[in-house]
């Protein structure tokens, strides 16, 4: 069976933080399908952290790279004007989907300018499809794209913080012109379903991020080892879990292993020195895929104190890992992780109920042990990759014939609402 040719679009592609993105496109192509990668922005070295991230580099158009081209702008932007109605529309979508403002508009004109270099190197590659990764900025140049070249674009929303401004990136506009929305969890289309119109909402379909359960091996995790994997950003509550971990300094053994990078990591840093933690705490920074699958093969609590997310990997990849967490109760994570039984919730921001949460595990191996299992059991169920790059593949396919899924999820039973 030949398969839909494809295209994937994102601001920045790849980056060590988005590794979903790496494994659905790779999950895609076992498939069959034929996947062209492209990214707005060249990704920074401090990214390409494996040979996954350096294979996918080297393989990936880069759109401002090419629109740095004065010639290349040109001839593309001339062969688009051969379509005059078909050009005019999509420079008025431009104007009608910008924020508010000058600068806004003028924004929304270099996406129109970028979008028609893409939208030629698309047509170029024959691709049938574009899908973007992350609704912001690189959503409007797919949405511009798709109007100039006619080849259908969806895209993925993810949270939390294109919901922070939602009609600044006017999601409301790239769900109407869209031909279908992959929601990475019901949370997240409940989001969407505020803005969009309800005639769109039918295809609004849910398709988790996913990891690979296999890769993650369950070990017995009966010491005392926690582990933190995120961005070093204020979003993500670590100076709220080194103030739980102060107040229980004076237990023996624990130790708090830091995965990642950002721009707040050298005050983090500087606060676990001001609380006498530097003994117990590593910053490792950015790892790759197989280093942080290895680091949860040591670590026997994964805490996660996040004030907003969408639908954390970093999650399922510790309980595929059979290792439990204690994290925050907002957005979709409990569409993940059941509290009490493959983890701990706790309210975002609060120190004492998360010392609480670390205590009653740390205390309790066997405990541990039955949560790590089940989360294990969940992630197997729910959020295997190549389940959800089938059913993301199920959707390109049955909306270019005509005949689109009409559920959510497969096997939901009904109609989408």
């Known amino acids: 069976m030949t398969r839909t040719k494809l295209a994937y679009l994102t601001g920045e592609y790849p980056r060590a933080s988005d590794t979903f993105i790496q494994r659905e496109i790779a999950a895609l192509r076992e498939l069959g399908h034929d996947v062209l990668t492209c990214s707005v922005r060249t990704t920074g070295a401090e990214h390409l952290v494996g040979p996954e991230q350096r294979d996918e580099h080297a393989r990936t158009f ?6 740095k081209k004065p010639l290349t702008v040109l001839r593309a932007h001339l062969h688009w004007l051969r379509w005059p109605a078909r050009y005019l529309s999509a420079l008025a979508l431009a104007w009608q989907a910008a924020p508010a403002g000058l600068k806004g508009r003028t924004y929304n004109l270099i996406y129109f300018i970028e979008a028609g270099v893409l939208a030629q190197h698309l047509a ?20 511009l794209a798709s109007k100039l070249s006619g080849i259908p674009y969806s895209f993925a929303i993810h949270g939390p913080d294109i919901f922070f401004e939602p009609i600044h990136w006017r999601i409301d506009k790239k769900a109407e012109h869209a031909r279908f ?13 505020c803005f969009a119109d309800a005639a769109h909402w039918t295809k609004f379909h849910i398709v988790h991020c996913g990891i ?16 933190f994997v995120g961005r070093l950003a204020g979003v993500k509550g670590v100076p709220v879990l080194l103030e739980a971990l102060a107040g229980v300094s004076d237990r023996p053994d624990w130790h708090l292993d830091l995965i990642g990078d950002g721009p707040e990591r050298k005050a983090i840093e500087a606060r676990a020195r001001a609380l006498n933690l530097s003994d117990r705490v590593t910053f490792h920074g950015y790892r790759s895929q197989a280093d942080v699958a290895e680091a949860l093969g040591r670590t026997d609590l994964f805490v996660l104190p996040s004030f907003a997310e969408g639908l954390p990997v970093v999650l399922m990849e510790a309980l595929a890992a059979a290792v439990p967490v204690v994290t925050t109760r907002i957005a979709g994570v409990s569409e993940l992780v059941a509290d009490g039984e493959s983890g701990l919730l706790v309210p975002p921001g609060d120190a004492e109920a998360l010392r609480w949460a670390i205590t009653k595990l740390l205390d309790d191996p066997e405990r541990r042990r039955r949560m790590g299992e089940a989360g294990r059991v969940k992630v197997a169920e729910a959020f295997d990759i190549r ?23 497969p096997g939901a039973g009904g109609d989408a609402p």
């Open 387 to 409: 389940n959800e790059a089938a059913w993301l593949s199920a959707l390109v396919e049955g909306y270019a014939a005509d005949s689109p899924p009409t559920t959510k999820r």
């Open 62 to 67: 880069k759109l401002l790279e090419s629109c």
């Open 124 to 143: 170029e590659q024959n691709v049938a499809h574009l899908h973007n990764h992350i609704a912001k900025s690189s959503c409007t140049v797919a949405m």
């Open 212 to 227: 690979e359960p296999g890769r993650y091996r369950a070990s017995p995790h009966e010491g005392q080892r926690l582990l």
């Open 181 to 193: 929305v992959a929601c990475i969890s019901e949370f997240c289309r409940s989001q969407l379903m």
